[in-house]
């Protein structure tokens, strides 16, 4: 990713996030409930399926979808998750 951005990144942004983000074939967490359409990013998921940000909380409900559908629904990376990955 080549931005950093506090808070909400405005829908530029995140449609530019998304485009960079090459990976095929891997799945993620989108929300299911939650700001306008279930959210607007997609976060990496650890091997039960938990979003690797514990993003939402332990109540939160998520769905796991191939990177593909979440970039369809307009989702974008989920910041915290991209600052995770980097620091592994």
């Given at each position: 990713m080549s931005k950093e951005y506090q808070g909400r990144p405005p829908v530029n942004l995140r449609r530019e996030m998304a485009?960079?983000?090459?990976?095929?074939?891997?799945e993620v967490a989108i929300s299911v409930k939650g700001?306008?359409?279930?959210?607007?990013?997609?976060?990496h998921i650890d091997e039960d399926g938990v979003p690797i940000c514990n993003a939402g909380g332990p109540d939160a409900e998520f769905k796991i979808v191939d990177i593909?559908?979440?970039?369809?629904?307009?989702k974008s990376p989920?910041?915290?998750c991209e600052r995770i990955i980097?620091?592994?």
């Open positions: 485009d960079e983000d090459n990976r095929q074939d891997v700001a306008s359409v279930g959210g607007y990013a997609y976060h593909g559908v979440a970039k369809q629904k307009w989920c910041q915290m980097r620091q592994r």
